[in-house]
């Protein structure tokens, strides 16, 4: 079993920046690739972006590229996500996932471990 909390949503204008965090405690989490993906109201869950177990590779969707950045800490059990230059189409509520193995992916029925979620909204 794996836990992950997920922390550091909030309210954000255009423009501007928010650090969001992913603690997990449970098995060993440098065993485990890790994602982002978000949900917004009336839409599907959507990979944002992932990292490979050593934190060596990391993936984007087209949306955020270039905006968005994940990074994680084996020894802190974290993996992050800064994300800047949001914008409105970006609210919606952030999960952080694990998967088994070190390779990312974008489907979120290959994770097996789910976050309950953090929100983000962005205003206009």
């Known amino acids: 079993q794996v836990q992950l909390v997920e922390s550091g949503g909030g309210l954000v204008q255009a423009g501007g920046s928010l650090r969001l965090s992913c603690a997990a405690s449970?098995?060993?989490?440098?065993?485990?690739?890790m994602g982002w993906f978000r949900q917004a109201p009336g839409k599907e869950r959507e990979f944002v972006g992932g990292?490979?177990?050593?934190?060596?590779?990391?993936y984007y969707a087209d949306s955020v590229k270039g905006r968005f950045t994940i990074s994680r800490d084996n020894a802190e059990n974290t993996v992050y996500v800064q994300m800047n230059s949001l914008k409105p189409e970006d609210t919606a509520v952030y999960y952080c996932?694990?998967?088994?193995?070190?390779?990312?992916?974008?489907?979120?029925?290959?994770?097996?471990?789910w976050g309950q979620g953090t929100q983000v909204t962005v205003s206009s």
């Open positions: 996932a694990a998967k088994i193995s070190g390779i990312v992916a974008r489907e979120p029925w290959q994770y097996g471990y």
């Open positions: 449970g098995r060993t989490f440098s065993n485990y690739a």
């Open positions: 990292i490979s177990s050593g934190g060596g590779t990391s």
